[in-house]
């Protein structure tokens, strides 16, 4: 992807261990604090960048801890635009079922796209030689307006 | 993590995160041997574990499962609001019985 010029860019490089995701949090906060997120969408972004690098750590790096994860922020005006990159073979998206469904509920496995599915306005993954490109999106809200197009007040009080 | 057991009712409070590395092990490990002790009335204490990913989630599957084999009874308490937004995408929270603080969930085990 190319950088657009009004995009503010973080870059994080980790090696493939989960213990080193909750490293991601920290980066999250800030980020999202940038973004103007409310606390579910802060989390939201967390819970799902998160889940995209336990893929990247378990099923693109074998837990082979000497391959780095790449993960790039792109804070722009609308969204903020997520990539998860690993070096890995990559899956297959066709098998991934509704973790949901009642026959799947209590699988132990089968829940880390599901999850960033529910809680990100856009996931996509890029499958291609050199590895798995994930990349998540989460847009700001809009602001609230009433009928004469005003910005509606923060609570009811006046 | 640690493990207290209190009559009938065994507590094992976790800490730091659950995903998918030695932390679920760990956990795993407790499970096995809370069960092998014939202990079947477990509560989970959540109230310090920042991070749940997808794999801590097949592991608290995994321990409510052998629980169930045996007959046994697994209760959460004290989870964050961030683990409670994980379990209810998933619909988890279906599954596991989530209690405020260790009375209600010793109230939840009944006689």
């Known amino acids: 992807m190319v950088d657009t010029p009004d995009a503010e860019v973080v870059r994080l490089v980790i090696p493939s261990r989960l213990e080193l995701l909750s490293i991601i949090d920290k980066v999250v906060d800030g980020v999202a604090e940038q973004m103007g997120f409310e606390e579910d969408d802060k989390d939201a972004v967390a819970i799902s960048v998160i889940e995209a690098g336990t893929n990247a750590i378990q099923h693109g790096h074998g837990h082979e801890s000497e391959r780095m994860v790449e993960i790039i922020f792109r804070l722009l005006p609308d969204e903020l635009v997520i990539e998860v990159m690993d070096n890995g073979r990559g899956f297959n998206l066709d098998v991934l079922e509704d973790a949901t469904a009642p026959e799947n509920l209590l699988k132990e496995r089968g829940r880390g796209i599901f999850i960033m599915r529910s809680m990100m306005d856009d996931v996509h993954f890029e499958f291609t030689d050199s590895g798995t490109r994930c990349r998540l999106v989460k847009r700001r809200r809009p602001l609230e307006v009433d009928v004469t197009g005003s910005p509606a007040p923060l609570d009811d009080t006046i | ?111």
């Open chain 2, 1 to 111: 993590m640690t493990r207290r057991d209190d009559g009938d009712v065994t507590i094992l409070t976790l800490s730091g995160r659950l995903m998918g590395g030695p932390d679920t092990e760990q956990f795993l490990k407790a499970m096995r041997e809370v069960i092998d002790a014939k202990r079947t009335r477990v509560i989970l204490d959540m109230g310090d574990v920042a991070w749940v990913n997808s794999s801590g989630l097949g592991a608290l599957i995994a321990g409510w499962t052998l629980l169930q084999e045996k007959g046994g009874s697994l209760k959460l308490i004290r989870v964050s609001r961030r683990i409670e937004q994980i379990l209810a995408v998933t619909k988890l929270d279906t599954v596991f019985e989530l209690h405020p603080d260790e009375a209600s969930a010793r109230a939840g085990f009944g006689g």
